[in-house]
């Protein structure tokens, strides 16, 4: 058990809903990450938060946003939903805190998202 | 694109046997990290080695750095069958302060066999 909590394990949605995922990142860890990782695409990088605010950006779509909320848990937004977005979300914490930190990244379990 | 490329992209042995991943990667890095998946799971912390390390151990896992080459490799010794998963490479891509940026290749699927 890595400590990071995501919920639901499971979705499936149809084209052009929204779904909203959640992360409760491991107790202390104030960095809060999200990837979404598919068959073709491999691992990517979406967000990352720390202790509330937006501190890097990769491939993340418009259609998607993120928050991270005052009790560190975060949550990821997707929105106008097509196939291609079917893939699992994984969140992550790490204690990082500062460009000199070494640190692992703890990953939780991922919501497999199926868009119909 | 991805920051860590591992080679090669599927490796089958049999039980005993040792195992070698390696990864490339592009730019400069403060460390690397390996992780493993099993299927569909979460992503697993293995082990970190800093920039300014060549090698480090822990338990039957070896990982090498070459910062020079910008590769690593990660040697696993006498595997189980249990080992069966797929292994990352993990760059971080520190843009300075708080931002942190780990960057995963596509991984190595290792199969053992018994």
């Known amino acids: 058990d890595s400590g990071v909590t995501q919920t639901p394990k499971h979705l499936i949605t149809a084209t052009g809903q929204r779904v909203t995922l959640r992360c409760s990142p491991r107790s202390g860890d104030l960095s809060v990450y999200w990837y979404q990782q598919s068959l073709d695409q491999g691992l990517q990088f979406l967000i990352q938060y720390y202790n509330g605010e937006e501190r890097a950006k990769g491939n993340i779509l418009e259609r998607f946003s993120a928050q991270q909320f005052p009790d560190l848990h975060s949550e990821l937004n997707l929105s106008s939903l097509e196939l291609g977005d079917s893939a699992l979300y994984f969140c992550?914490?790490?204690?990082?805190?500062?460009?000199?930190?070494?640190?692992?990244?703890?990953f939780g379990q991922g919501t497999r998202l199926t868009v119909v | 694109s991805q920051q860590g490329e591992e080679d090669p992209q599927a490796l089958s042995i049999q039980e005993g046997e040792n195992a070698t991943m390696n990864c490339s990667y592009k730019t400069s890095i403060n460390n690397l990290q390996w992780y493993r998946q099993n299927s569909g799971r979460g992503l697993v912390h293995l082990i970190l080695i800093r920039s300014n390390e060549r090698e480090k151990h822990s338990g039957r896992l070896r990982v090498t750095l070459d910062t020079s080459k910008k590769s690593s490799s990660l040697l696993i010794t006498a595997s189980r069958a249990a080992d069966t998963a797929s292994y990352f490479c993990?760059?971080?891509?520190?843009?300075?302060?708080?931002?942190?940026?780990?960057?995963f290749g596509k991984g190595t699927l290792l199969t053992v066999n018994p």
């Open positions: 993990a760059t971080d891509a520190t843009g300075g302060g708080s931002n942190y940026k780990l960057t």
């Open positions: 992550a914490s790490s204690a990082y805190r500062g460009r000199l930190t070494n640190t692992e990244a703890f």
